[in-house]
């Protein structure tokens, strides 16, 4: 298994920003995909949910209407649209794959720093 | 929000000792609490699920207890390997969340 996250980059307040993860070692549309984030000197915290057929999609209140999932399962890809960005959306975003057996995530992409500076 | 507390925040080893790492809930999460290890530049790693159970490829020296709303993990002889970033994280409710991380140094 490997997902590799793309995209992310230096962008000014209010700016959008778009991430991906290409997923690869295992059937994509099988598995519910999550965005996890963790700012600089904090915990982790998970952003963002979408269901493996990408119907069902659920948010942190901190994100919610302004950040966006989705994926494209022809291409093994899951995305991430950042809009009206925030300083404190300035992460390391990881994207990870939901193992229904173990209840939690099974594997994690290594991460994209999106940092959002004027 | 579910809020995971662990402790300590940080702490010194040699390669050898035993390790304990607590990781308490702010309610109850019955078995819904994994264990992860995390390498800073590198992707986090699975370690536990549901409290005690190993994930496939994780060394034995790993291990973790706990239900409700207090957890250890437990290293019985940390390896070089071993020196890295421990989060808990609970998947009782949603949202998910994670406890601070618990960094492991060489003494």
């Known amino acids: 298994v490997q997902l590799v996250e793309s995209g992310g980059a230096v962008v000014q307040p209010g700016r959008s920003l778009r991430l991906s993860c290409a997923a690869s070692?295992?059937?994509?549309?099988?598995?519910?995909m999550h965005w996890v984030r963790q700012a600089p000197g904090k915990g982790l915290e998970w952003v963002a949910a979408?269901?493996?057929?990408?119907?069902?999609?659920n948010y942190a209140d901190s994100v919610k209407g302004r950040l966006t999932i989705s994926r494209d399962n022809s291409q093994k890809k899951l995305h991430l649209e950042m809009n009206s960005l925030r300083p404190e959306d300035t992460a390391m975003y990881h994207c990870?794959?939901?193992?229904?057996?173990?209840?939690?995530?099974?594997?994690w992409g290594p991460g994209t720093l999106v940092t959002v500076s004027s | 929000d579910i809020q995971l507390t662990q402790s300590p925040s940080s702490l010194s080893a040699s390669v050898g000792d035993r390790i304990t790492i607590t990781c308490r809930t702010s309610q109850s999460v019955a078995a819904s609490l994994n264990w992860f290890q995390y390498k800073p530049g590198k992707a986090p790693e699975l370690l536990i699920y549901t409290a005690s159970t190993l994930q496939d490829g994780v060394p034995t020296r790993f291990s973790g207890s706990g239900s409700g709303t207090e957890f250890t993990l437990t290293i019985t002889s940390v390896h070089p390997d071993d020196f890295a970033i421990y989060f808990c994280q609970q998947s009782h409710s949603t949202p998910l969340t994670f406890g601070g991380g618990t960094k492991v140094e060489i003494k």
């Open positions: 979408l269901s493996a057929d990408g119907t069902k999609g």
């Open positions: 070692g295992f059937t994509f549309n099988f598995h519910g």
């Open positions: 990870a794959k939901w193992s229904s057996m173990a209840g939690t995530f099974d594997y």
